[in-house]
């Protein structure tokens, strides 16, 4: 993960003593520079955080449809998230790429409403 991402993440540790954000639930997103700038290892390092918090991390699997699959045009992200290519930092994300992280910001909502009406305390 991004050097800045595990510092916000290291400031946490009063949080993390008092396991304040366990059971929460958690989605991640992100933009590397290029196509082999590890998509996916981005978001397996971030998901080592949320375990330590004892987070509940919500992947977005393919329940993005089609889009997941998309071939005729570069997309970023994967089953763990929402993700974009920035390449030299001018390339902004696509329409497909922002409709990708809008699915994922309302399916995290919907797991969270789910997870609300259905206390897992004992």
Known sequence: M???FKAFFDATSELWGRQALAGKP???FWSTGFTGGGQELT?????TQLAHH???FVPIGYTF?????EMNEVKGGSAYGAGTYAADGSRE?????LRQAFHQGKYVAEITKKLKNNSLSP
Do not use: K
């Not at 978001?43 to 998901?47: F, Y």
């Not at 449809?65 to 699959?69: D, K, L």
């Open 26 to 28: 958690a989605g991640i």
């Open 43 to 47: 978001a397996l390092t971030a998901i």
């Open 65 to 69: 449809g089609s889009g997941m699959f």
């Open 2 to 4: 991004a050097a800045q």
């Open 54 to 56: 004892g987070m509940v």
């Open 93 to 97: 994300p696509t329409e497909l790429e």
